[in-house]
């Protein structure tokens, strides 16, 4: 889990706009899977929101990890792994 420092220290409207893209793509790729599989509605919606929520987060991690780094290697402060 992602500290809450680095989450309020970085945060920003832009993230909330990519995270919402990359929901979206994520959950209507789940959605044609799903009906490709042949799964009901149901399931289906319940994959596409699954899918879409692990997507956004996991770019909403990265974009602060980045910036996190980035930060540091300004103020040189990277600790052991340069």
């Known amino acids: 889990m992602m500290p809450m420092r680095?989450?309020?220290r970085h945060?920003?409207?832009k993230i909330v706009l990519a995270n919402?893209?990359?929901a979206a793509a994520a959950g209507l790729a789940a959605?044609?899977?799903?009906?490709?599989?042949?799964w009901s509605n149901d399931m289906a919606s319940a994959f596409a929101g699954?899918?879409?929520y692990m997507g956004a987060m996991a770019v909403e991690f990265v974009i602060?990890?980045?910036?996190?780094h980035y930060l540091r290697r300004?103020?040189?402060d990277l600790g052991d792994i340069e």
């Open 31 to 38: 959605i044609r899977v799903a009906t490709y599989l042949g």
């Open 11 to 13: 945060w920003s409207p």
């Open 6 to 8: 680095m989450l309020r």
């Open 20 to 22: 919402s893209f990359v």
């Open 64 to 68: 602060l990890c980045m910036k996190e």
């Open 50 to 52: 699954t899918v879409g």
């Open 74 to 76: 300004a103020k040189g």
